[in-house]
Every structure is written in structure tokens, then in C-alpha cells.
Nanobody, 124 residues
Framework: QVQLVESGGGVVQAGGSLRLSCAASGLTFSTLPMGWFRQAPGKEREFVAAITWGGVSTFYGDSVKGRFTISREKGKNTVYLQMNSLELEDTAVYYC?????????????????WGQGTQVTVSS
């Protein structure tokens, strides 16, 4: 059974940092591209970041570029999202996702597997 489990969410003050983790099981996730998306209340799901299967390439949404970093631990089925300089607008439920396709990584429709999400709240 495929499972993605996010952790690391919480409440943080604006300007602070958080690191999200996504632990995967059920497939050889070390070879699958993975991504992070987020959804705020009343808004559509938004692409945050993605990393190719070998970790060679990373991609970021415009609103987080320069502040967030996606990485994966070699040999482990874990992907991280380091979030720095957090802003009020970063408040959302963050989801990790995996796809067997090494393209269109900015599109949520391209991902077959999703975690349950973890809440990130940035306070002023």
C-alpha cells in the first residue's frame, strides 16, 4: 500500500523557519519525482516545489523561490521542504506528492500519490 506521510508543520512567526518532511512507503520512491503543494482556505492548490528522481533538478513556485528548498535524502524515501523567511501568505495545508512521470512536475494533475497534508500557520 502506497503511503506518504507529512510531518513538521506547526505555528511559526513571520520571518521564522520550518522544515517539513515526507516519508514514503510502498514503492521505490527514491526513483520517483516528488513535489510539494499547498492549499489555503478558499484558494486552489498551488505548486510549491518539486525534485526529480535523482535529485538532479529542482523547481519552485515563484512565490517561494529563494526562500524554500526541496531536497531528498539519498537512499531513503524521504523528501524535505526547508522553509525560511516565512510570510503570512505561506499559511496553508502543505501536501507532498509523488509521480512516476519525470515531467510536468508543476502540475498537480500529474501526481498519482498524495499525503494527508500538514498545517503550516504563520502568525504576525
Amino acid at each position: 500500500q502506497v503511503q506518504l506521510v507529512e510531518s513538521g508543520g506547526g505555528v511559526v512567526q513571520a520571518g521564522g523557519s520550518l522544515r517539513l518532511s515526507c516519508a514514503a512507503s510502498g514503492l521505490t520512491f527514491s526513483t520517483l519525482p516528488m513535489g510539494w503543494f499547498r492549499q489555503a482556505p478558499g484558494k486552489e492548490r498551488e505548486f510549491v516545489a518539486a525534485i526529480t528522481w535523482g535529485g538532479v533538478s529542482t523547481f519552485y513556485g515563484d512565490s517561494v523561490k529563494g526562500r524554500f528548498t526541496i531536497s531528498r535524502e539519498k537512499g531513503k524515501n524521504t523528501v524535505y521542504l526547508q522553509m525560511n523567511s516565512l510570510e503570512l501568505e505561506d499559511t496553508a495545508v502543505y501536501y507532498c506528492a509523488a509521480t512516476p512521470r519525470n515531467y510536468a512536475l508543476r502540475s498537480a494533475n500529474n501526481y498519482d500519490y498524495w499525503g494527508q497534508g500538514t498545517q503550516v500557520t504563520v502568525s504576525s
